[in-house]
């Protein structure tokens, strides 16, 4: 007889990042995700705190995708004693590498600007959470003790994965973080339709994307507009599957001449390794994007992009003339190259800021996008004088509807839906909708909470 499932919910409730969901039975311990806080200084805060359960205890990790709110804590789980399997897609492992290490150098500088004690972990944790790692593909069934786990397709970025659990004839799916379709190089989101517990994404619970037409035409005309102008066009982007997706695009609008010639700096160490990641991996693209490299044309080289890895290179787009196009990390701006550019052009009103993913509460992407006429950066006043654009189009999250169509999709079989990574008003609005015009058992839980499935 199967025991009972206890879930708990150790990060991700109510809170877009720290992804960390626990499974137990019996003896058995699985994890899904470890991802860091991020956003605000009270959350990143929390990455320093123990685990509420003990890491040494955990037989097997399996990781959704590698963006830092679903791993970026995998390397102090490994400090504090976890020594069972870690499994994830190929192309989360080869990611996860690159993230990982990034965002070690980022604590670090964080830690000496604030004068506090060294990051969370260190490059020998990095090393040995990679010995545990355990490249699985999709479809190819993990046993961990009386469970079948298999990886699906989520869509959201390159090898992101939902994590299925079957026991007994009945599934626990977790979506990860899904996919916003069309994705111009991933495959469509799988459709699910046999889940009995279900722990789903919000992001975008409460609101509509555009259309990515629309999307598309906004790109082409901020563009126009500040090549136009002569200033500087800064777009902080997610290294991860955001600037493969712009880049995509900018490349189709050079190709077919439909934005004037300008130099375009990819100015972000990590998001040339990631693409370097994405050019590896070409079976796990879509059919169109492959159809487009059978005809000879090579995705992310086209004519005026520079890319600048090197740190004199970086500092050296500031002498290049105008007008230009500088791509850079952080998406959120709460690092990375993206904020001496914005120091530097901020102030200019020829210049433009284009947002183009999610902006986390408390960070320096959000204050923007609110339109603050003066933020800090890096210790300095900065009046925002240069024009501040929206695209959310681009998002690599699904919005409200298709997330509704996810659920719905296997509304006749799910017996509760946990509504999770959302801030809490997205969250608990998608609860609602679900119970109202689904009548499924939808709940928002908070951290800490756990509950019994019967699987």
Same mark, same amino acid.
């Given at each position: 007889?199967?025991?009972?499932?206890?879930?708990?919910?150790?990060?991700?409730?109510?809170?877009?990042?720290?992804?960390?969901?626990?499974?137990?039975?019996?003896?058995?311990?699985?994890?899904?995700?470890?991802?860091?806080?991020?956003? /605000?200084?009270?959350?990143?805060?929390?990455?320093?705190?123990?685990?509420?359960?003990?890491?040494?205890?955990?037989?097997?990790?399996?990781?959704?995708?590698?963006?830092?709110?679903?791993?970026?804590?995998?390397?102090?789980?490994?400090?504090?004693?976890?020594?069972?399997?870690?499994?994830?897609?190929?192309?989360?492992?080869?990611?996860?590498?690159?993230?990982?290490?990034?965002?070690?150098?980022?604590?670090?500088?964080?830690?000496?600007?604030?004068?506090?004690?060294?990051?969370?972990?260190?490059?020998?944790?990095?090393?040995?959470?990679?010995?545990?790692?355990?490249?699985?593909?999709?479809?190819?069934?993990?046993?961990?003790?009386?469970?079948?786990?298999?990886?699906?397709?989520?869509?959201?970025?390159?090898?992101? *994965?939902?994590?299925?659990?079957? +026991?007994?004839?009945?599934?626990?799916?977790?979506?990860?973080?899904?996919?916003?379709?069309?994705?111009?190089?991933?495959?469509?989101?799988?459709?699910?339709?046999? *889940?009995?517990?279900?722990?789903?994404?919000? /992001?975008?619970?409460?609101?509509?994307?555009?259309?990515?037409?629309?999307?598309?035409?906004?790109?082409?005309?901020?563009?126009?507009?500040?090549?136009?102008?002569?200033?500087?066009?800064?777009?902080?982007?997610?290294?991860?599957?955001?600037?493969?997706?712009?880049?995509?695009?900018?490349?189709?609008?050079?190709?077919?001449?439909?934005?004037?010639?300008?130099?375009?700096?990819?100015?972000?160490?990590?998001?040339?390794?990631? /693409?370097?990641?994405?050019?590896?991996?070409?079976?796990?693209?879509?059919?169109?994007?492959?159809?487009?490299?059978?005809?000879?044309?090579?995705?992310?080289?086209?004519?005026?992009?520079?890319?600048?890895?090197?740190?004199?290179?970086?500092?050296?787009?500031?002498?290049?003339?105008?007008?230009?196009?500088?791509?850079?990390?952080?998406?959120?701006?709460?690092?990375?190259?993206?904020?001496?550019?914005?120091?530097?052009?901020?102030?200019?009103?020829?210049? *433009?800021?284009?947002?183009?993913?999610?902006?986390?509460?408390?960070?320096?992407?959000?204050?923007?996008?609110? +339109?603050?006429?003066?933020? +800090?950066?890096?210790?300095?006043?900065?009046?925002?004088?240069?024009?501040?654009?929206?695209?959310?189009?681009?998002?690599?999250?699904?919005?409200?509807?298709?997330?509704?169509?996810?659920?719905?999709?296997?509304?006749?079989?799910?017996?509760?839906?946990?509504?999770?990574?959302?801030?809490?008003?997205?969250?608990?609005?998608?609860?609602?909708?679900?119970?109202?015009?689904?009548?499924?058992?939808?709940?928002?839980?908070?951290?800490?909470?756990?509950?019994?499935?019967?699987?």
């Amino acid at each position: 007889m199967n025991q009972k499932l206890k879930l708990t919910f150790c990060g991700g409730a109510q809170s877009v990042t720290g992804s960390n969901y626990l499974l137990e039975s019996g003896d058995t311990k699985i994890l899904v995700d470890c991802g860091l806080f991020q956003g /605000t200084k009270i959350s990143e805060d929390k990455n320093d705190d123990s685990f509420p359960y003990d890491p040494a205890s955990i037989d097997a990790l399996f990781i959704t995708h590698a963006h830092l709110d679903h791993i970026g804590r995998v390397p102090k789980l490994v400090r504090d004693g976890f020594r069972g399997k870690i499994f994830s897609t190929p192309p989360t492992r080869d990611l996860a590498e690159l993230m990982l290490a990034d965002s070690l150098g980022v604590m670090r500088k964080e830690a000496r600007r604030s004068r506090k004690k060294d990051a969370i972990y260190s490059e020998d944790d990095i090393q040995r959470a990679l010995g545990l790692w355990n490249p699985v593909d999709y479809h190819d069934g993990i046993p961990v003790a009386d469970f079948n786990i298999n990886f699906r397709d989520a869509g959201h970025v390159m090898g992101s *994965a939902m994590v299925e659990i079957a +026991r007994g004839g009945k599934k626990i799916l977790f979506t990860g973080d899904l996919g916003n379709p069309p994705n111009p190089l991933l495959r469509d989101t799988e459709k699910v339709t046999d *889940a009995d517990f279900l722990i789903i994404e919000s /992001t975008y619970g409460d609101r509509e994307h555009e259309e990515l037409n629309e999307a598309n035409l906004k790109l082409e005309r901020v563009i126009e507009d500040t090549m136009h102008s002569g200033g500087a066009l800064m777009i902080p982007a997610f290294s991860l599957e955001r600037t493969q997706k712009l880049l995509f695009q900018i490349n189709d609008l050079v190709e077919h001449g439909r934005i004037p010639r300008a130099p375009i700096f990819l100015d972000s160490p990590l998001a040339i390794k990631a /693409t370097n990641v994405y050019k590896k991996y070409q079976r796990y693209y879509n059919e169109n994007a492959k159809d487009i490299i059978r005809s000879g044309d090579a995705l992310f080289q086209f004519p005026g992009l520079k890319m600048t890895l090197k740190t004199e290179e970086s500092k050296a787009i500031k002498r290049a003339p105008f007008p230009k196009i500088i791509i850079a990390g952080s998406g959120m701006s709460n690092g990375g190259r993206i904020v001496h550019h914005e120091l530097n052009y901020l102030p200019d009103p020829k210049s *433009a800021l284009l947002l183009m993913g999610y902006q986390a509460a408390g960070s320096l992407g959000r204050r923007l996008q609110e +339109r603050q006429k003066t933020v +800090r950066i890096m210790g300095e006043t900065v009046r925002v004088r240069a024009r501040v654009e929206n695209i959310r189009g681009y998002s690599a999250h699904p919005d409200m509807n298709d997330l509704f169509d996810f659920v719905h999709n296997t509304a006749d079989t799910v017996k509760k839906v946990f509504v999770v990574q959302g801030e809490p008003k997205s969250s608990l609005f998608f609860t609602q909708r679900l119970r109202d015009y689904l009548g499924v058992d939808a709940a928002a839980p908070e951290t800490g909470d756990n509950f019994e499935l019967d699987i």
